[in-house]
């Protein structure tokens, strides 16, 4: 089929060597500790990854814009089933001790049968 | 291939044998193809969310828990597997460009080594999990490691093995498409005219690689 990209070999061995500098790089800085900025690097050199072998060995850069539209529609979905469970589950506070009793000695809520 | 004139009809002949007769061109078919792949990722991306979404939720609620225990995998043979699949992805794409440039020799080679790559990968995780089935490390209520007796530490590894599980055996998956398209490269079945399968198992192993991409980190080097 002539109208299709071909990825030159050069591209992908360029590709390549990146993803496996930023493998290097991560386990790296997974040894430093940066508090609370450890994780967002880690998901953030990834993602960079991940892009990176979507836009060349997947051949996203180059193909028809309606699969890069799908994958991101598909990507967008995973995003807000992450946050929304979050918004829920990270914001619960600590209800570890909370036992039987002090749920139904509460007033208000669960009393109006 | 020789460039006479019957081998060249043949090849005609031959190159228009795989279009459907309700695609009105080769491209058409293809990109139908292409597409629907993508839909199956889609699929797949939202499968594997799932376990990402209860591994972020267990990661707030007990962030210590997971420090704790993620010390027991080795960041070594991860980072090796690491390597390996993004290695493997290389020759898959290696392999898409030889069957482009009707090159079947090539096209073979890439793709044997990347059934190669993914046995390592394999063999690699086969030596993690019995380690840890040998310290007792067994997912959910079996979990019988007296050193890590912290509450949540099993959901730590029960979170883990059900990750790498269902990736492991979406490379089993692989090996086996990988190793049919090997076979069926070697009888001569795709060139520059045709290798769509080559195109989506490739796109296919791309994927499991990118889920990889995102375990090592989350799993190994907390």
Known sequence: MKGHHITPRKTLLKVFAVLVALTALTALTAQIDIGALNIPLALAIAGTKALLVVLFFMALKYDKPVNALFFALGILFVVVFLTFTLFDTAFRGDLGNVGKEAILNTEGTGQDE | MANTGTAEHTAQERSMAHLKHYFVSSDQQFDAAKLGMWLFLITEILLFSGMFVAYAVYRVW???????????????????????????????????????????????????????????????????????????????????????????????????????????????????????????????????????????SGLYWHLVDIIWIFLFPLLYLI
């Open chain 2, 62 to 200: 007990y962030p210590e828990v997971f420090a704790i225990a993620s010390t027991e995998l080795n960041p070594w043979l991860g980072g090796l597997n690491t390597v390996v699949l993004l290695a493997s992805s290389l020759t898959v794409a290696l392999a898409i460009h030889a069957a482009q440039t009707d090159k079947r020799r090539a096209l073979v080679i890439n793709l044997f080594i990347t059934v190669l790559l993914a046995g390592v990968f394999m063999v690699v995780k086969y030596f993690e999990y019995t380690h840890k089935f040998h310290l007792g490390i067994f997912p959910g209520g079996n979990f019988a490691y007296a050193e890590m007796n912290q509450p949540i530490v099993p959901i730590f590894f029960s979170i883990y093995y059900v990750m790498t599980g269902i990736h492991g055996v979406h490379v089993l998956v692989g090996m086996g498409v990988l190793s049919w398209l090997g076979v069926r490269a070697i009888r001569g079945d795709f060139h520059s005219g045709y290798y769509t399968p080559v195109e989506l």
